[in-house]
């Protein structure tokens, strides 16, 4: 994913994508087309992740034993690998979100500083 001036998509923090990827998949098991559209319709529109980012990311994850691919047949009938989320992705999910949460309170505390602290 990348940002341009000119296309209003936003760019990701590194390792940021491995976390959407593990919460697309918390609401079930889908192929890697799928993962790409549910991010892009969760975060309306915003949020576009390319094939060359989307399928290493994939790999990496099944790697380190956070999700498990399996082949299946897609919507369109055509056979798909499915990612579906391990018990070591769910707790993973876990950190990062708790991760997130404290990035995004320290950003907001340099951005909107207490009066007296600037």
């Not at 956070?66 to 999910?93: D, P």
């Amino acid at each position: 994913m990348a940002l341009t001036p000119d296309d209003g998509r936003l760019e990701l923090l590194q390792g940021t994508l491995d976390m959407l990827i593990l919460r697309t998949l918390q609401w079930g098991p889908r192929h890697g087309h799928g993962i790409g559209q549910a991010i892009r319709a969760q975060s309306d529109e915003l949020l576009r992740v390319e094939t060359g980012s989307l399928y290493p990311a994939l790999h990496r994850l099944v790697k380190r034993g956070w999700l498990k691919a399996e082949w299946g047949i897609s919507e369109a009938n055509q056979r798909a690998r499915y990612y579906r989320l391990t018990a070591t992705g769910k707790a993973q999910l876990a950190r990062e979100r708790d991760r997130w949460s404290q990035l995004v309170r320290a950003i907001g505390l340099v951005l909107n500083p207490e009066p007296g602290k600037e």
